[in-house]
T-cell receptor, first 114, second 114 residues
Framework: AQSVTQPDIHITVSEGASLELRCNYS??????LFWYVQSPGQGLQLLLKYFSGDTLVQGIKGFEAEFKRSQSSFNLRKPSVHWSDAAEYFC????????????FGTGTQLKVEL | DAGVIQSPRHEVTEMGQEVTLRCKPI?????LFWYRQTMMRGLELLIY????????DSGMPEDRFSAKMPNASFSTLKIQPSEPRDSAVYFC????????????FGPGTRLTVT
């Protein structure tokens, strides 16, 4: 069965610093990959997704992610973090023939220091 | 579009009572998902529907939980009888049919069972 690993439970960065959140997946073929963000008390909002083509995808709020097949990774990046980016970030995968289900990672809680 | 609508947003009930959570998916979406989120277990898929038909309920924790989707615009998740360990945030999400389509999440219902 497919799985998603987000190795960092908590990350703290200073405002203005760069950010990289890690995501690794386990699946035989290339799945569809997603990053969601959850602000406190809110539902999950899609940041970006990848299914084919250019391995660097752009998303909302200045986020981008790079798919690396050789490393089975889909890391999320932002060049300069804003205090409003403090939230929990979830990586998710969807496999073909899986009935449109998403398998989520355990999430990474981002704290931004002013 | 109003997005996925969930009600109530907050529910406090006593152990043993019946609880019903409601969801209105985005019009035209063929899939509907119910999730539960807790600190201990993260985000768990409970059940999902395709065209109003339950496809996979393997995530439903026990017989006290049941879900229905009588039509394309309404779904319920019922817990009877409720227990303190059911306290969590319950999310509903919907998505179109395509494998590249993301899930759209509602704001969630925070359930507290005392």
């Amino acid at each position: 069965a497919q799985s998603v690993t987000q190795p960092d439970i908590h990350i703290t960065v200073s405002e203005g610093a760069s950010l990289e959140l890690r995501c690794n997946y386990s699946y035989g073929a290339t799945p569809y990959l997603f990053w969601y963000v959850q602000s406190p008390g809110q539902g999950l909002q899609l940041l970006l997704k990848y299914f084919s083509g250019d391995t660097l995808v752009q998303g909302i709020k200045g986020f981008e992610a790079e798919f690396k097949r050789s490393q089975s990774s889909f890391n999320l990046r932002k060049p300069s973090v804003h205090w409003s980016d403090a939230a929990e970030y979830f990586c998710a995968v969807k496999v073909t023939g899986g009935g449109n289900k998403l398998t989520f990672g355990t999430g990474t809680q981002l704290k931004v220091e002013l | 579009d109003a997005g996925v609508i969930q009600s109530p947003r907050h529910e406090v009930t006593e152990m043993g009572q019946e609880v019903t959570l409601r969801c209105k998916p985005i019009s035209g979406h063929d899939y509907l998902f119910w999730y539960r989120q807790t600190m201990m277990r993260g985000l768990e898929l409970l059940i999902y529907f395709n065209n109003n038909v339950p496809i996979d309920d393997s995530g439903m924790p026990e017989d006290r939980f049941s879900a229905k989707m009588p039509n394309a615009s309404f779904s319920t998740l019922k817990i009877q009888p409720s227990e303190p360990r059911d306290s969590a945030v319950y999310f509903c999400a919907s998505s179109p049919t395509g494998p590249r389509d993301e899930q759209y999440f509602g704001p969630g219902t925070r359930l507290t069972v005392t």
